[in-house]
């Protein structure tokens, strides 16, 4: 099905509740603000702000007609999947706390940051092959309890380690940070290249090729363009960092001169 077979005002007029995704989300607010009022793990404003852009983010494309239509409009799905796990995830990363970091096995293990790569590159190309995405969207349990929260964990988990938190806890240098933003372009990039350049719907007819097409640029264009905006991030958090090993250093020559 295809947006251009509705009216654009009909299209725009279907909202919905989706509870299973929404009351999750207040939940995880509300866990978020507790936590954070607490001296342990006190959070900034920014970081607030951050985090509640987060959330914001998920209530977005699911309460929308992005939400409603995403099992039928493959350029919707699109917008939710890059919404969620190129823009949600980062955000939340942003605006956790600097002290929070959980010692438990999982967190440990699925936040290295090779393993993480792979997670992430795995889940965002294997999504939209045929076999899987059509396994998905045939199974609807799939796309309404498991999806955005896959996403989200996924997402979270990758950019832990890549962005600000201002350095604490990390387990990659800035530098590589840039690196491992680069080359996940690759995969991201790619992907929706491919899908936009089908020939025929590679989706066994599931939508129609304008629609298949639009959802491919929207993965193409706009993830690359997400990228580079946190790529940019990690640049100046780079810079920061290098300023900052320079302070230290001159200090150290200062006293060493003394």
């Known amino acids: 099905m295809d947006m251009n077979s509705a009216p654009t005002s009909a299209f725009w007029s279907q909202w919905q509740l989706a509870p299973q995704i929404t009351v999750p989300a207040i939940l995880l607010l509300a866990l978020y603000l507790r936590m954070t009022h607490s001296g342990k793990h006190a959070s900034t404003p920014r970081q607030k702000r951050f985090f509640l852009s987060g959330v914001g983010t998920i209530l977005l494309v699911s309460i929308t007609p992005i939400g409603v239509r995403a099992g039928d409009l493959y350029w919707c799905h699109m917008v939710l999947h890059v919404t969620v796990m190129m823009i949600t995830g980062p955000l939340l990363v942003l605006g956790t706390p600097q002290s929070f970091r959980p010692k438990n096995w999982f ?145 150290e020559m200062q006293r060493e001169a003394l």
């Open 107 to 251: 967190f440990t293990t699925f936040t290295h940051p090779l393993l993480s790569w792979i997670l992430y590159a795995a889940v965002m190309v294997g999504v939209h092959l045929p076999g899987p995405h059509e396994f998905m969207m045939n199974h609807p349990w799939i796309h309404l309890y498991l999806e955005i929260p896959g996403y989200v964990v996924v997402s979270y988990l990758f950019y832990f380690n890549l962005l600000d938190r201002n350095l604490v806890g990390r387990r990659i240098g800035p530098a590589l940070s840039v690196i491992s933003l680069f080359i996940m372009m690759i995969p991201e990039t790619l992907t929706g290249f491919f899908i936009y350049a089908a020939p025929h719907s590679i989706y066994a007819g599931m939508y129609s090729l304008n629609d298949q097409r639009r959802g491919g640029s929207i993965m193409w264009s706009g993830g690359m363009i997400v990228d580079t905006i946190w790529m940019a991030f990690a640049v100046y958090h780079w810079i920061k960092s290098e300023e900052r090993a320079s302070e230290l250093l001159d200090e």
